[in-house]
């Protein structure tokens, strides 16, 4: 046992005169494994690995080309919250003068969801191409068509 018995810490504080047992080491020793375990498991003070990994790499970009069937489906490198699809060089929404009606080049698909003209499920991403033009006034999906450069960007 120590003369001056403990540190802050509660470790044990020792004279030149003082002759440690083995116990006061092994005390000592399971004490310092349990406050520093508790520190480096305390996310509030230290980021996790994917926390980490999400900080330092918050998005990823690529790209696809349509291919003009109905869906076709892209697998991200990791299950991303949200993604952004895009048809590259043309405006969100397109006017077809032509037929009276809108076409849709951009959608944001959320986790477990679906929206103007794509889906995110899990990994995967489902990009829809309508195949016939809607009446006058409608919406078109328009993600996938032949030959035609799209883009995404996955957020963690």
Request: glycine share 0%.
């Given at each position: 046992m120590p003369t001056n018995h403990?540190?802050?810490?509660g470790l044990n504080s020792w004279l030149g005169t003082d002759k440690p047992k083995r116990i006061?080491?092994?005390e000592d020793n399971t004490l310092l494994d349990s406050l520093l375990t508790?520190?480096?498991n305390?996310?509030?003070?230290?980021?996790?690995a994917d926390d980490?990994?999400?900080l330092s790499q918050a998005f990823v970009m690529g790209n696809y080309l349509g291919d003009g069937q109905a869906q076709q489906t892209i697998t991200m490198p990791f299950e991303p919250r949200m993604v952004l699809v895009f048809f590259m060089n043309r405006p969100a929404i397109y006017y077809r003068s032509s037929g009276g009606y809108y076409e849709n080049n951009f959608a944001i698909a959320l986790k477990g969801s679906a929206m103007g003209g794509a889906r995110l499920n899990g990994?995967?991403?489902?990009?829809?191409e309508d195949?016939?033009?809607p009446a006058a006034g409608g919406i078109r999906m328009n993600l996938n068509s032949q030959d035609s450069a799209?883009?995404?960007?996955?957020?963690r």
């Open positions: 403990k540190t802050s810490l006061d080491f092994v508790a520190h480096f305390d996310t509030e003070k230290h980021l996790s980490r990994t999400m990994a995967t991403l489902t990009v829809s195949q016939t033009a799209y883009a995404y960007v996955a957020f």
